[in-house]
């Protein structure tokens, strides 16, 4: 029996039944991501003036969905790769759209975990660009980093990397001067 806050495995379960059961779990929340993410495009798109009220009124965190939104508005579901997490697709969606699909297809060719293809493009990037890097100092205040931390955690990432979808996602919604 499952619950909202519970699920209850029957004794004598087999391995490959529990196991089975695990991926079902992890397709769920995988798949509940992207959801999530589209959910609010839509809302963003057809209620531009009610749709924050509607995540105040579901109880969801709203920095949570905008990530997935941003993770979201980066891929149109035929550039999503079903057999990869919601997370190997937030590794690389900052990344220019043509760079994008070659290392989702090489993660999945090499059933790499989303650390894995971290690790590779960390790797890659430190060959290939580190005459490109630019370093950014900030000075938070103990209350917004302990603040920032929470919401990294919350989404699965590490701070530097929810920074940068912070800031790359305000960088995309904010108004053009032209309108």
């Known amino acids: 029996m499952r619950r909202r806050n519970n699920l209850r495995i029957p004794r004598g379960l087999s391995l490959a039944d529990w196991c089975s059961l695990g991926q079902q779990i992890q397709a769920i929340s995988s798949s509940s991501s992207w959801w999530l993410g589209d959910w609010l495009l839509y809302g963003q798109s057809e209620f531009p003036n009610r ?5 105040t009124e579901t109880s969801l965190d709203y920095q949570t969905l ?5 993770v979201a508005r980066r891929f149109e579901p035929h550039e999503r790769y079903g057999d990869l997490s919601f997370q190997h697709h937030a590794e690389v969606a900052g990344l220019a759209p043509e760079e994008r699909g070659p290392w989702l297809a090489r993660a999945q060719e090499n059933r790499w ?5 971290r690790r590779q493009m960390r790797a890659r990037k430190g060959i290939a660009g580190s005459a490109r890097a630019t370093q950014l100092k900030m000075k938070p ?15 699965g990432e590490d701070l530097l990397t929810w920074i940068t979808a912070v800031l790359d996602d305000a960088a995309t919604s904010v108004p053009t001067a032209s309108g």
């Open 141 to 155: 205040d103990d209350c917004q980093r302990e603040r920032w931390q929470a919401a990294a955690l919350r989404t």
């Open 113 to 117: 975990s989303r650390n894995e293809l």
């Open 51 to 55: 749709y924050k009220r509607a995540i």
């Open 66 to 70: 905008r990530n997935y939104a941003w």
